[in-house]
């Protein structure tokens, strides 16, 4: 059982690849470059591999169908929810300056409410005091004067709260991307009234947390009529490579196999080039991370 994805000598510039036995969880190999050619050749070298899993990566899908075709593929299932964002991501970008109205709109907070009529215009506590006695109260001053130094703080605060968050307020295609996948309750007057301005933006929601239901609750019935479906979204790109790579798809919702252990050992890994001061070569490298506790 083999999990292959990719480590970073430097982000954004150069790759290697690690491979990691998912039963073991422990490190077999590094490769000092990401490539179909060098992946394909260690698969040969190193044949009776029954399950790759992987991220959707084509270079590593085409190495194992050249090397390993009997081997079963499986998508990992945290790469395809970080694709489904992503792909939501773009979708949402023509829409910015719909977000952004919106997110306006609905930071406009009400008004507070007014404050009785006797102490409306008045910051005065005796003056307030006098004219409460006369109407019954026994109190003293002193709680006349804590209650409007609290009352007209708390006001003025949330005045200023309410006109700096309208000033302020944003909503990127990331930040409504997170929104919509997971419907958070103090966002939902945000969410309802752009679905209600954008009935396209409400199916590509839709969309999308049937995709991510698909995927936690392994639903593999569902899966045909999403990609059928999805195709004619604004999810059509995702869905098109998506079923490109149905097979690994498909084996992610039958298959318990998936990329964790190899996420936790590109982490170790991480720690390990971090420490050396990105001085040693690969071959230090390597073999510190065979032998780390």
């Given amino acids: 059982m083999l999990g292959i994805d990719d480590w970073a000598w430097r982000k954004r510039q150069r790759y290697g690849t690690i491979l990691c036995d998912l039963e073991g969880g422990k490190v077999i190999d590094l490769l000092p470059d990401r490539s179909e050619k060098s992946t394909e050749q260690w698969l040969r070298n190193h044949p009776g591999t029954e399950i790759v899993s992987r991220d959707r990566a084509s270079l590593y899908a085409a190495a194992a169908t050249k090397a390993v075709p009997q081997a079963i593929q499986v998508a990992d299932r945290w790469h395809l929810l970080h694709n489904l964002s992503e792909a939501l991501v773009s979708a949402l970008v023509p829409y910015h300056r719909l977000l952004t109205e919106v997110a306006c709109s609905v930071a406009k907070k009400p008004e507070a409410p007014a404050a009785p009529t006797a102490l409306q215009g008045c910051h005065n506590a005796a003056q307030l005091w006098r004219e409460l006695r006369e109407k019954g109260f026994a109190g003293q001053s002193a709680i006349v004067r804590r209650w409007i130094q609290k009352h007209h703080r708390s006001r003025g605060a949330q005045q200023n709260q309410s006109a700096s968050s309208s000033q302020r ?43 991510g239901r698909i995927i936690r609750k392994r639903d593999v019935d569902a899966w045909p009529q999403w990609c059928k479906d999805a195709k004619s979204s604004l999810l059509a790109t995702f869905a098109k490579y998506l079923c490109r790579d149905e097979k690994a798809v498909l084996a992610a919702l039958q298959q318990p196999w998936s990329n964790g252990p190899v996420e936790g050992n590109i982490h170790r890994l991480k720690l390990i080039k971090r420490a050396m001061y990105g001085r040693a070569k690969f071959d230090l490298l390597r073999i510190r991370v065979f032998n780390a506790a």
């Fill in 169 to 211: 307020a944003r909503a990127s295609p990331r930040q409504t991307a997170w929104l919509l996948l997971k419907e958070p309750e103090d966002a939902r007057p945000y969410l309802e009234e752009l679905c209600s301005k954008s009935p396209e933006i409400a199916t590509l929601a839709s969309w999308a947390r049937e995709f």
